[in-house]
């Protein structure tokens, strides 16, 4: 079992950046391979995220790439991501996720392959 918890949302101005980070609980925190989605009022959930139990391997949604950065350290049981140049239409609610990989080191964008949910931290970017 794994529970995470999202922080470090905000409101930010266009061009500004914000970290936002998703701490674990339990001891397994390393099997697990973790992803960044976000949703926006009235739209699906979207991948936007994700990096290998191990960090070795990372895949970003087109949107985002250049832009943010995902992250982990598993001592602490923590991934970050860090955004930079944000838009207003980066504003969504951010959530984490994870999913035992069995010691794979691999990443999804599959939102069905994601076994634990955060709550989800807001992020807002002004014009």
């Known amino acids: 079992q794994v529970q995470l918890v999202e922080s470090g949302g905000g409101l930010v101005q266009t061009g500004g950046s914000l970290r936002v980070s998703c701490a674990a609980s339990g001891r397994t925190f390393s099997s697990y391979a973790m992803g960044w989605f976000r949703q926006a009022p009235g739209k699906e959930r979207e991948f936007v995220a994700a990096i290998s139990w191990s960090g070795g391997r990372t895949d970003y949604a087109d949107s985002v790439k250049g832009r943010f950065t995902i992250s982990r350290d598993n001592a602490k049981n923590t991934v970050y991501l860090q955004m930079s140049s944000l838009k207003p239409e980066d504003t969504a609610l951010y959530y984490c996720?994870?999913?035992?990989?069995?010691?794979?080191?691999?990443?999804?964008?599959?939102?069905?392959?994601?076994?634990?949910w955060g709550q989800g931290t807001q992020v807002t970017v002004s014009s």
């Open positions: 996720a994870a999913f035992n990989t069995g010691g794979m080191n691999y990443v999804t964008r599959d939102i069905k392959r994601y076994e634990y």
